[in-house]
């Protein structure tokens, strides 16, 4: 992992161990990484790719991203040490890509926290935070 | 399978926020107690069906792919700011 570079998206499975709110019975998803589409990304259901979720890294969205990871989680992601984003974790916020009439708006209030080393991931509630769950990208 | 052992009157917590009490254990039934705060069901249901309004059927279809380019451009904007 090069120095003083933030962690980028790489294509991979990645695995949700409790499943994704809405999508308990699927715990396997592709991170499908394509250079046209920039900072989006995709995450498709490995057994359903009819479910696919746009993503964007939390930072391109909020610089400063404040992330609260519970202990519990650090232990079910497999983290060592503090996790802080960009560095150990990747942290990605799903967007609402809209109806044409209404922007797109993005998922603060709960990103989905990646362990690169593990490929292994939840979507994290920020109880404590005042993060918008439709914050207009 | 996590499997533990627990007297009456004790209890245990699942994650942060939900606490799992053993009130009372007679003739072979268990009675419990579940405390947790009734945002953490609310919120879940929330994400939940934020989740799957965000989840895309076709990604190739012609509105994603007119909503993906326009968010890439706002995102853009976003970046030279």
């Not at chain 2, 533990?4 to 009130?23: A, H, K, M, T």
Request: proline fraction near 8%.
């Amino acid at each position: 992992m090069p120095e003083n570079q933030p962690l980028a998206p790489t294509p991979g499975i990645v695995s949700f161990p409790e499943g994704l709110p809405g999508f308990e019975n699927h715990t396997q998803f592709v991170l499908l990484v394509d250079d046209e589409l920039g900072p989006l990304f995709f995450l498709a259901s490995l057994g359903e790719p009819r479910i696919t979720l746009p993503v964007v890294p939390i930072q391109q969205l909020q610089r400063d991203y404040s992330l609260e990871v519970p202990e519990p989680d650090c232990r079910l992601l497999g983290l060592n040490g503090e996790p802080e984003v960009g560095r150990n974790i990747l942290c990605v916020a799903v967007v609402n890509l809209g109806d044409g009439t209404r922007a797109a708006t993005a998922n603060l209030f709960a990103p989905i926290v990646v362990n690169p080393e593990n490929w292994t991931a939840k979507q994290i509630i920020q109880f404590n935070s005042m993060y918008s769950t439709a914050f207009e990208v | 399978m996590l499997v533990f052992r627990r007297q009456q009157g004790e209890s245990f917590l699942v994650g942060d926020n939900v606490e799992v009490r053993i009130l009372e254990i007679s003739q072979g039934q268990v009675k419990i107690g579940v405390v947790a705060p009734r945002e953490v069901a609310i919120f879940r249901s929330e994400i939940a069906n934020l989740n799957r309004q965000a989840a895309l059927s076709d990604r190739q279809s012609p509105a994603v792919r007119g909503a993906i380019a326009a968010l890439q451009k706002s995102l853009g904007r976003r970046g030279e700011k």
